[in-house]
Every structure is written in structure tokens, then in C-alpha cells.
């Protein structure tokens, strides 16, 4: 990271105070104040910015300082240079007075990019269309969600908006379906504006969501923008999350480079400097005792500064005299007249303290209102606070003459689009201290209360957030309003969740409880249940779980409450369990525990499992898609939420490998559905149940599959569990009875699915079984090399470190094979070293399944680069383990590959090992193919060729080879057909002794790996066997099948 510091820089002299009756200092303050800060700040800031014409890469700049040293006008400093190359410049602001609210920050500066958008729907409809279009195509539903968090995006859009769309989604959900959003929004605003800069103002007072979210929009590799964040650095210590995402935006740098600016007071020199500037005038020891004066003053501080200097031209201390034509003071009196405020709060409290009583109430409301606020709230609240009622066109021209007025004595700025914003938060801090902290408390209250009243429903919705954070001010609640006030905290709290925001649900549940009554659990037994299960939720999805544990224990001991009730709370508890303490087994058990107490009883006993397992298996009939078609929709809230306890208990059996309490449960969710109707987890139950039937019928599972999708399109929600049906069907399924390569675009879909709906989870497994299904499919390596550093990396972002693990191995496999590692038999490279690796899955969830992933590839890549003698080891110690645990695609490789190692030490040992176990292999895969598995038609042959040519059968392997090469190839895996055209080459090398055949199986091999991509392969075949022709292979040779 680059670092630079300014300790002079004066990049914020702007007056904040220039005063109506002395302009000519003012507007000659402002053209040499820039030109000291193009000096000695904002050049470096123009430096920075990226030609996008010309780069894909973005540009990160934090700038640090304490409050006032100039940290906003240095950003704003390249608004110049964005406004020639034709870009965009966009800025938002986080607010102290408002840090419980969701993505403020975030919002305030979508609230200006729409306002841009508006504007460019004024001045040019064609381009606004095709902008408007691309953002409701590519955003697609989440258009609905962003727009109820920036209700002004619902005009930009220009269609109807319904609320609480995410209601129906889990915490997980709604949060990941809000980034998806987000980032869908900004990569279609940075392909219509080449040159964007957003600016994000006082990031010390951010949330770590917020920070997370801009995190994922600046690492966004469709995304290329120019982002500065401020940050007072008085605030930000080491701790803060602010300085943890610069740290890894330093040590994991992307696309996109990082620079950090640290602006400081300016020095006694640097003071002196600026007075002879805006003064015009000649060094002098007036001056210069002028200059120190104001130091002494101020401390250096810039805002702090300029306020002092506005003080003095006000107080008549500074004046131009029109007869000299020149400026003068007088240095005693202004040392007499002038005391030194501790801070420039106390400077713009007393020039407050000397407006019109209308404006010092205006300043008083607005300041309650936020870093920013539009005229309608003002109109809507001012009338009320002041008591007093009058004509609206009177009160609305008042307002407005106030709002000038404070605009031109440089308390407020205008944003556009009737908003408006403070100059400075010091100005705000000191429009908020009028009052006393308690007199001030009960007017937030008042105003709160107000806005309650006076808005309509739609609007309450919009400053819902704002709204509760001033009525909850007061310390204590008058008993008229308690009902109302908690029934808002419900609401904020709700709100909070569904944008995933969970500390700010936390602060809003707690004082919604504070509110409730000693006998909560008798006379407000609906709000009570809902807060506290909104806040175990919460607690939970932040991992407090001594505060998860406090309020869950308070609602499982309410024996007036139903277990339906309570389910909420042992949902959280079996999920803290399985997932975060990583006990699937007990999670499990407690999964049929609280199944018993809903009505829905399994065994506990292991046997007794075994026993239901096979009659539920044998009682479980395939229904027809008619069936399917005239299935009501479940209704039943103990049944839907048993079911959804339930497929989660499937994932639990699944984990600790309880095949009897998986199929046991599965079947019973099948079962249900068939009975009771269609609940959102039915699609996903017949997938999982699609993979039980598929052991012993290719077909019948598939069925089962086809059913879940049927399923899909008949639940209302469908949508919620697409994703995951769509992994467990197009990798667990349908590659034994469909061919691989039809797979892979459908788990793509699946990938977009989650991704759109916030299911990151299942969206990222899609992809991990995009890549592993690829290479078995033998898809090209240089685009797939591509897909696999794009997804291992989005892995990381998303922090699925548990499918990140297994996912490694598939990577590394792929770009060894395209040269991407020293050693080509060690998994180490790019994607992983294999030492570091398995030092990391040590105590990784997915330990076992990562280590399977990695002696598998590495069997495989043995192989593919001649140490067979390894692959066969891998081979016995392995077995068929892995496809016990997991019968994917994956199994399929991993056993021919097995089977190649194996017949080859058996055929150069005879050791009865590597024979017994080389013609399992062989026995296996003629069993797939006799049930249906497509994929593996080729295996067959070119293992019966390896045991023709292990039992001496020159002839049968002499016809099998090619049989194998021209299956492999004609299905498109010309990745096997280049093995076994290297085999076939091997054998009639150095088994039958014909050169010149072998040298043009051996070519015929070099061709199929470059097809494949894989030219180092390909090349060191070349260099091993060029003896065996006479000239290098054409580029035009025609493949022997």
C-alpha cells in the first residue's frame, strides 16, 4: 500500500461561514485555497485516478486525519478531472447520529447515483432506456429489494415496487440477495459511465456489513471504479473493522491498487502562507503576528481555521477597507476580543446562537434528521414542532427562505432534488447542542413522534429506521406511547433482519423488550414470542451465543408456549450445534428430539433406524408427473416447519455418515409431500431422494429428480431452494443416466440461481461441481484454468472456506496439467501447495472429503505424467471410499484412473495385489454401463484392453485400444482418448515392439492433449519419443480411431 502524508495540506479551505455583507474575501479565498491544495494534496489525488479506456484495473485511496483537516475536499478535488474525461462522480456519507441504520452510507450514495440516473432521463431518454432496461434485466428480482431500501430507485425504474420482498427468505438469504443486488446494480452503472469515483465519507462510523458490502463492489472484477473513503483517524484503531479490510485489502490485493493519504494540521508557516494568499498582501510582521494569532487559535486545524477567520470578518475584526483597497486588523484587539475555543463546535455554536430564532429552529430540526434530509420531511415536521398551524404555501415559502438563508450563511449545502446536506458534521454537532442532552432527548422524541403521525404508511416504511432512532431517544417512554413505540421497535427490528443487518435487529429487539411489561409471556404473548425469537436469530447469525443462549433458555421455558412456538429457537440451537460447533451427530439427535415433541417421530436406536430405513425405502413408490401436477400446496405450519427441520436433519445424517437416518428421513419428506402437499422443501427432498434410489436404478433416480424440478415450479418459493435441487440433480443424479457435458451449463444456472436469491452456499457448490464435472468431462483446460481462479477466488470472498477446501485440489489438477507447477506430480502451484494444504484441512469441517479430493487428483495426475507405481499405491489405500461417501462424477474418474495405475504395476509386477484389485475395477465399471451410465461406455474397452494385454491377448488388445480411443473421442472426452492413445502407443512400444505404430499412436496421443489444452503434456511426449518419426508431427494430422 502506498502512504503519504500531508501535514500541510489545506486541500478543506473552502469557507464553511463566507458572510452575505463582505463577499469580496470569500471569493478570494476560494481560487488560491485550491491552488495550495493542487500543490500539496490533490495532484497526487488526479495522479491516481485510472483511465479506464485503458485499464481494467480500479483504484482504492483511504485518506485518514482528525476531523476538519480536509479529508472531504481533498476528495472532492478530482471532480474536475472526472467532469473532462466525461465520468461520474457520486459521494455518500455515514452519520453518527444514525449509526443503527442499515447501510446509511450506502444508501445516501445510491440516493445520488439515482438522482444522476434521473438526470440523465431528462437529457437523454434513448440512453436512459437502455440503461433502465439493463438494470431490471441484469439486477433481475432484486431490483424489488433495493428499491424498498432506496425507495427513489422505485422512480428510476419506473416500475411498481412490492414490499417486503424478502420476508420470506432466512437472515443468510436476505443478506447475500442484497450484495447480489447491489453489485448487479454497479456492474451495469460502471459499464455505462467509463470513469465512475465513488466517494464514501466518515467510515469510522460505518457498520461491518457496509464495509463488507463495499468491500465485495471495489473487489468485483466487473467492476471498475475509482473508490476514495475518508475516515477520521482519531476513531479508527487497530481493532476496528475499517483497518482489519484495509489490511486485507494490502496483503490480497486484486484487481486494483491501494494508496492511503494521511492529512494533518497545518504548521504556524503554512498559516502565515495561506493569510498572505487570501489577503494579496506582502509578507509583513502584521501579518505575521495575524498569522499566529489564528494558530494559537485553532491549532492548524483547516475548517477550524477558516470558521475562526469568518468570526473575525463578521466581529468587524478583519474588514476591507474600499478607501486603502486592501484588508486590515487590528492584532490587539483581536487578541482582547478573541478567546480560544477549545473546538470549532463552540465557534459555530455562537455564530448560531446569533441567528433568528426561526433559523436557529430549523437548524435545531434538520440536525435531528441525519447527515442529510429532503425538504418534504422538513414541511412535514416543522409546523408541529413549533406548535403552531398556518397556511401551507406560507409554510412551505418560510421553509424554503430558511433553508437559502442557511445555505448562504453556509450552515447547509444543496444536494439536488430538493435534499440537502450539512458543510461540515462539526456544523451539525453544534446545531444538536442548543440544547441540553436531556432537553434534546425529549425533542427527538417530539420529532420522532411527528413524523409517526404525520407521514403516510409508505413513508413510515421509507424512515422507519430514522423514525425509531428519535423516538427511542428519550430515557423513558410515556405510557400513552409505550404500545406504539414497541410495536416500531418489532417493525425496525423485522426490517434490520431482513437486510441482514443484525446488530442494528439486536439494539432495536432489546429496547422493544425493555418495553414490554413483567408479564409479557400472558398479555403481550404475540410481540414478546416475536422479538425474542428475532433476537435469538439475530445473536445466533452474529455468534454471541451466551446472549443466543440468555433470550433461547427465556422462550424454551415458557411452558405456555407450544413447541411450534418455540421452533424458531430449536432451529438456532441444532444450527449452532451441527454448523458452527460442527457436531452433525448431536445435531442430529437433537433434530429427532425436537421432530418427537412437534409430532414427527423417528427412532433414536440405530437398529430401529435400520428397520424404518429399508420399509420406508421399500414403501416410498415413484410418483407420476399427474401426481405431482394435482399436489394442493402444504398448509399445515407444524408440518412445514417439520420439514424444514428435516432436511437439514438429512444434511446432519449425511455428515456423519448415518446412510439409515438418511434415507429414513428423506423418504419420510417424500412421503409427506405425497400426502400433505407441496412445502418449499419438497423439491429438495425428492433430489436427495433421486440420489438414494440411484444406487440401485440410474433411471429411477433420475425420475426422482425430474419430480423435484416439477416440484420447483409448483411451490410458490420455489425459487428459495433452486440452487440447491439443481447441485444435487445435475451432479449427484444425472451424469450417470445423461451425458456429462449436458451438466455443465446447468450447473451454471444453478450458481446464478443462488447467487440471485442469497443461497451463496448452494450457489458456490454449483460451481465447485462445474469445475470437478468439467475436467471429468474433459472440457478445455485454458477456460477452465480461467473459471476455476475465478471461482476459488469468489470463494474466498464469500468465506465458503468449507467447499473452498474440496474445491482446491480440482484447481490445482487443472493447471498442473497446464504447466503450473515445478514439480507436475506435486499439487502445488498457483491454487495451493500441497504441504500448506494439508496443514489447512487439518482442522478443516471438510477434512475428509479435501484429503479424498486431493489423493485423487494426485492418482490422477500420476498418470497423466508416468508414475503409475504412486497411482497404484493411492489406489489400494483409497478402494472405493470415495465413492462410498460420495457417488459423484468424480467416482467415476477416480476408478478409471484407479483401474489404468493398477493394470499397469500388475502388468510390470504380476503381483496378485494390483491384478485382484485392477479387475474389480474392471467388474465395477461393466456394471455401471449395464445399468445405464453413458459416461462410462468408454471405460469399458480400454480397461478390458489393459487386461487383454495383462493376460497376453496381443489380438483382443490390439482391437480394444482403438475401440476405446475412437468411443472417447467420438463423446468429446479427448482427454482419455489422449490417455489411452498414449496406452496404446506404450504397449505396442514396449510389449509388441512396433516403433513405427506406436510412434503414430504416440502422435495421435500429442494431438488429442493439445486438443485438450494441455500443450506440456503434449510436449513431453514429443521430446520422449521424436525418435520414433522422422519429422516434428504436422499440425494437420488426421487422428487414428
Partial sequence: ?????????????????????????????????????????????????????????????????????????????????????????????????????????IISLFRQLCGEILELRRTNKDRYQELRNSIISEVGDEILLLANVVPVLEEVIEIPVVMDVVADHGNKEAKERLKYGFLQFFRVISRYFDHLVIVIDDLQWTDALSIELLDGIISDVYIRIMFIGTYRSNEVDEAHYLS?????????????????????NLDKTICEEILLELLSVDASAAASRLAGICYKRTAGNAFHLLAYLAMLQEENLLEFNLGLFKWTWDCDQIEEKTAAASNVVELILTKISKQPQEMKNLLRLVSCLGASFDRDTVLCAFPH????????????????????????????????????????????????????????NAYKFKLGKVLFQSLDERDVESNLFEIVNLKTSAEECPEADRSTLLNLCLRAAKKATEYACFDSCVSYAEKGISLLPPDKWSH???????????????????????????????????????????????????????????????ALDMSISVLRKLGCKFPRNKLLQARLALSSLAATKLPTEKDIADLPIMDDETRKACMEIMVNAATYSHHCNNVFAFIMITARMVRWTMQYGVDVYSAPAFAIFGIVKNSSSYKIGAQYADRGFQLLDICTVGKRTESRVTYISWFMIYPFSKPIHSTLNNLLRGYKAGMEIGDVESA???????????????????????????????MKTLKQDYILHQTLP????????????????????????????????????????????????????????????????????????????????LAMMDTLHQGISLYTMARRTKEKKYIKAAKKVKKKVATWVKKGNINALHYVPLLEAEDAALEGKSDSATKLYPRAISSAARSGFQHNAALASERFAEYLLRDLKENDRAGQYFQDSIQYYEGWGSDLKAEMLRKK????????VPQDITVNS
Fill in 810 to 889: 480440482f484447481a490445482q489438477g487443472v493447471l498442473n496439467m497446464l504447466g503450473d507447477a515445478e514439480d507436475p506430480l506435486s499439487l502445488s502451484g498457483s491454487a495451493m501447495v500441497e504441504e500448506d494444504y494439508l496443514v489447512m484441512i487439518e482442522s478443516s469441517e471438510a477434512r475428509v472429503m479435501s484429503f479424498l479430493h486431493l489423493q485423487i487428483f494426485k492418482s490422477v495426475i500420476c498418470n497423466f505424467f508416468g508414475d503409475f507405481e504412486q497411482g497404484a499405491k493411492l489406489a489400494l489405500e483409497r478402494g472405493d471410499e470415495y465413492e462410498k461417501k460420495n457417488g459423484s462424477p
Fill in 385 to 440: 414542532m413549533r406548535d403552531v398551524n398556518g397556511d401551507v404555501t406560507e409554510l412551505e415559502n418560510e421553509v424554503d427562505d430558511l433553508i437559502s438563508l442557511a445555505i448562504l450563511e453556509t450552515f447547509l449545502e444543496s444536494q439536488g432534488d430538493s435534499r440537502y446536506c450539512w458543510v461540515h458534521d462539526s456544523v451539525q454537532a453544534a446545531a444538536l447542542q442548543q440544547l441540553g442532552e436531556a432537553e434534546m
Fill in 1 to 105: 500500500m502506498d502512504q503519504y502524508e500531508y501535514d500541510d495540506d489545506v486541500s478543506s479551505l473552502r469557507s464553511p461561514f463566507s458572510s452575505p455583507s463582505s463577499p469580496p474575501l470569500w471569493h478570494s479565498i476560494i481560487p488560491p485555497a485550491e491552488e495550495l491544495a493542487r500543490r500539496r494534496g490533490s495532484k497526487k489525488i488526479a495522479e491516481l485516478f485510472p483511465d479506464f479506456s485503458i485499464t481494467n484495473s480500479s483504484e482504492v485511496v483511504f485518506i485518514s486525519g482528525e476531523s476538519g483537516t480536509g479529508k472531504t475536499a481533498l476528495a472532492e478535488s478530482i471532480k474536475g478531472v472526472v467532469g473532462r474525461r466525461g465520468g461520474l462522480y457520486i459521494s455518500g456519507k455515514f452519520d453518527l447520529q444514525n449509526l443503527r441504520e442499515p447501510y446509511y452510507g
Fill in 524 to 586: 403481550e404473548r404475540e410481540v414478546s414470542l416475536e422479538l425474542f425469537s428475532l433476537i435469538v436469530e439475530a445473536y445466533f447469525s452474529i455468534a454471541d451465543i451466551d446472549k443466543m443462549k440468555v433470550y433461547g433458555d427465556e422462550v424454551l421455558q415458557q411452558s405456555k408456549l407450544t413447541e411450534l412456538e418455540k421452533v424458531r429457537v430449536h432451529s438456532c440451537n441444532i444450527s449452532l450445534v451441527g454448523g458452527i460447533m460442527n457436531k452433525p451427530r448431536e
Fill in 244 to 264: 482489519k479490510t484495509i489490511r486485507d485489502m494490502q496483503d490480497n490485493r486484486g484487481d486494483f491498487e491501494v494508496t492511503e493519504l494521511s492529512l494533518g
Fill in 1025 to 1032: 519419443y521424436a525418435h520414433l518419426w522422422t519429422d516434428e
Fill in 764 to 794: 458456490m457448490w454449483n460451481v465447485s461441481m462445474y469445475i470437478c464435472s468439467s475436467i471429468v468431462a474433459g472440457k478445455a483446460l485454458k477456460p477452465l484454468a480461467v473459471d476455476c481462479i475465478t471461482y476459488i477466488e469468489q
